[in-house]
């Protein structure tokens, strides 16, 4: 039997007091319900099994990124591997010296020329395009978003698609978020999800190879495909293709976010005219950070303790999971002035009234305070603040449906999709 320690006092955690049942009936609400039961900002519980602390509070962001406290790759699952990131990925600790060259690689192709804006144009153009001469067409909101961004990003990356291939990018992307945590059959399409689009890129990174290196290009592309270990081998092709999907995904996945920004402007409308006023954007990126603190997505992020820690005067064994409440953290009174209110102003002046790690908690992202963090946070700012903008823009109405965003489900979403009426 293992213990957890409050004030001072030894108090045992039965082996069978497990939060998964919880976890998967309640959603969101269960970390903060037992945050709010904790006397000190934290929970002692149990995973799957696996002894578990959850940490909550101004200074838990910090500790949880630190890398010398919690190993976030390491705590990856076999289902997760299987559908987020992929079994092929280089994301364990040993992988990291070559984990960390192909990334920089990455990052350093993706930033040539206008780096991550270059994706906001592209954003644009995609929505535009899909959006021109469908008048009084009832479109699904997450459905045309989720296409565009899967068009936009293989734009960027220098991945040539089609309308059908996007399609269908655009929908297994979406299942391997929508169903990485989840029994039964969400896991076992975003499984096969995952499967059909790395053979897909496999098979495309193939294809780079057969044009000789110097004539390849500057595309992330190109970087994956002629990316060499330390031992100045190839990556095999299923890891080549886990990699460029790793910038892919997360760039699709936006589509929960733009899904969001839609309801919120819907129930707060006089954010369009502040969005259709912002010359230089500066509002647009304020009100993509309030859609990511606002809204729900990812309940929590996991790491395994790095080394024995002590937290508030827990003891912390390592290779125990350890957990940052990312929905509490970022709607807590005591961060956050009126904090279930929807306002971008508060996120006028950067990222918040507190330093980044003292205020707002990336959704399961990584520290955007730390320079190895990948392009994913700029990838998600960029294309959530370009999607508010073109919203803002756009003439449409919101018909009669569902708008409900149940919390018991993870991803969530409103119920209908937000169904528009372009005008």
Sequence with gaps: MSSSRISGVEHPVAPWNDGTLGLLAHGYAWLPNRMRDSDDDTVRTRLLGRPTTALHGPDAVAFFYDEEHVVRAAALPDPVLDTLFGQGALRTPDDDGDAHRVRTALVDALEDGTGVAALGGHV???????????R????????????????????????ALSGRAAGVLARDCTAMVDGFAAPGPRYLRARRARHRQEDAQAALIAEVRHVPEAEAGH????TVAWHRDAEGDLLDLRTAAAELLDVIRPAVAVAWFATFAAHALHRW????????????????????????????????????????LTWHGHDIPKDSLVLLDLYGQ???????????????HRFAHGRGPRAPLDGLAPQGGGDPARDRRGPGEDITLTALATFAAELARLDYSVPDQDLTIPLSRMPTLPRSGFELLLN
């Design 124 to 134: 644009s153009a995609r929505w535009r395009r899909a959006m021109a001469g469908r």
């Design 136 to 159: 009084l067409e009832r479109v699904v909101l997450f459905d045309e978003a989720a296409e565009v961004l899967a068009l936009a990003v293989c734009d960027w990356v220098g991945v």
């Design 269 to 308: 409308p006089h954010h369009r005219e502040l969005l259709h006023a912002d010359a230089d954007g500066q509002y647009a990126e304020a009100f993509a950070y309030e859609v990511r603190r606002f809204y729900p997505f990812a309940p929590f992020a996991g790491g395994l303790a790095a080394q024995d």
């Design 219 to 222: 595309s992330a592309l190109a």
């Design 330 to 344: 970022n709607h807590d009174a005591a961060l956050w002035e009126q904090p279930y209110r929807f306002d971008p």
